[in-house]
């Protein structure tokens, strides 16, 4: 078998791809077949007082304007702001999916590459239904993302495939966040509705494929740029992965005037305060590591992490819990 030019320089990546497709084949979830949506176990009670936000681990549940709220006020903020990051995510995945399917069109044949990035995209298609099912079921007629971000998403994803290597900084910028509050909730034992706790349990498991490819991804093909084109990716991998915390975790402001949260506290959750601020930096743990790792934390871009207010500590190994890496 022929391989693409990366791929023939690089064994041990073509390696790495051949075992991540492997895991896709014999290790995968179907939103339909692993889901008993119907199952009374798994029954979503718009009242459970479950869906009250985590003080610990989301900005918003962390203030004490929302602590203090009355606890149905309190499930209905929650159930809202769930359903709207599931839409959020869907939202994401479709942007992932243009961008890789048109970086993934243009790779010659023998590519392993291909074959993985489409794997990915199948199991992202189920992640769609899998959450816009969540979004059905809860009931809120949720918008999703930001209106400029998502009036300018089919652009962001298409153009994303010219520029695979942003793409791929923006694929880790969009899916960090995202897992590590994720397990962060699971590994919390905070009381989490059924549904949405083996929605995460199922995202997790693939997003690990998905995230480990697009580490591999930067390893494999930044080692190859030249010393510009890596200057601009080292620029731009801070701003990306503080642009997308942003579109992915902070709500739009409909969602303030849906709820009266007055100003300053959606500014203090969104990032303005010490507790928020934390919870934004615990975000990129894994990538400040990969960042010193690809050469990109250097003294010219480091002050940019430290700006952006996602600078901090490192991870030993990926996903690991914060009590260390913060």
Same mark, same amino acid.
């Given at each position: 078998m022929t391989f693409s %030019?990366? $791929?023939?320089?690089? +064994?041990?990546? *073509?390696? $790495?791809?051949?075992?991540?497709?492997e895991g896709s084949v014999h290790r995968r979830f179907d939103p339909y077949l692993d889901i008993d949506w119907d199952a009374p176990e798994l029954a979503i009670d718009r009242d459970d007082p479950r869906w009250v936000l985590s003080a610990e681990l989301d900005p918003l549940g962390a203030t004490s304007w929302y602590q203090d709220l009355p606890l149905e006020r309190r499930i209905?903020?929650? !159930? #809202?702001?769930?359903? =709207? @990051?599931?839409k959020v995510g869907l939202a994401f995945e479709s942007i992932l999916i243009r961008g890789m399917m048109q970086y993934a069109m243009a790779l010659p044949n023998g590519s392993p590459e291909f074959r993985y990035c489409l794997h990915e995209m199948t199991e992202e298609c189920n992640h769609?239904?899998?959450?816009?099912e969540l979004v059905n079921r809860i009931g809120d007629d949720v918008p999703g993302m930001r209106p400029l971000f998502r009036l300018a998403s089919p652009f962001i994803g298409v153009a994303g495939g010219y520029f695979w290597v942003i793409l791929f900084i923006g694929i880790l910028g969009g899916e960090e966040p995202i897992d590590h509050y994720q397990k962060a909730l699971l590994r919390s034992g905070t009381a989490t509705q059924p549904t949405l706790r083996r929605i995460m349990e199922i995202h997790i498991a693939e997003e690990a494929r998905h995230i480990s490819f *697009? =580490?591999?991804f930067l390893r494999?093909? &930044? @080692?190859?740029? =030249? /010393?510009?084109?890596?200057?601009?990716?080292?620029?731009?991998? /801070?701003? @990306?992965?503080? #642009?997308?915390?942003?579109?992915?975790? %902070? +709500? /739009?402001?409909?969602?303030?005037?849906?709820?009266?949260? +007055?100003?300053?506290?959606?500014?203090? *959750?969104? #990032?303005?305060? +010490? *507790?928020? !601020? %934390? &919870?934004?930096?615990?975000?990129?743990?894994?990538? !400040?590591?990969l960042a010193d790792e690809l050469g990109f934390r250097n003294r010219v871009t480091k002050p940019l992490w430290k700006l952006l207010k996602i600078d901090g500590g490192y991870t030993r190994y990926r996903g690991e819990p914060d009590r260390r890496a913060s």
């Open positions: %030019k990366t $791929t023939t320089r690089s +064994p041990d990546y *073509a390696d $790495t791809l051949l075992t991540l497709s209905e903020i929650g !159930r #809202w702001r769930q359903a =709207n @990051a599931a769609i239904q899998m959450f816009q *697009a =580490n591999e494999a093909h &930044i @080692a190859r740029m =030249n /010393p510009v084109s890596s200057a601009v990716c080292a620029v731009s991998f /801070p701003i @990306a992965m503080r #642009w997308l915390a942003d579109e992915l975790v %902070k +709500p /739009p402001k409909s969602f303030a005037r849906k709820f009266d949260i +007055p100003d300053e506290v959606f500014d203090d *959750a969104f #990032w303005r305060s +010490p *507790a928020s !601020r %934390k &919870i934004l930096s615990g975000f990129f743990g894994d990538m !400040r590591t």
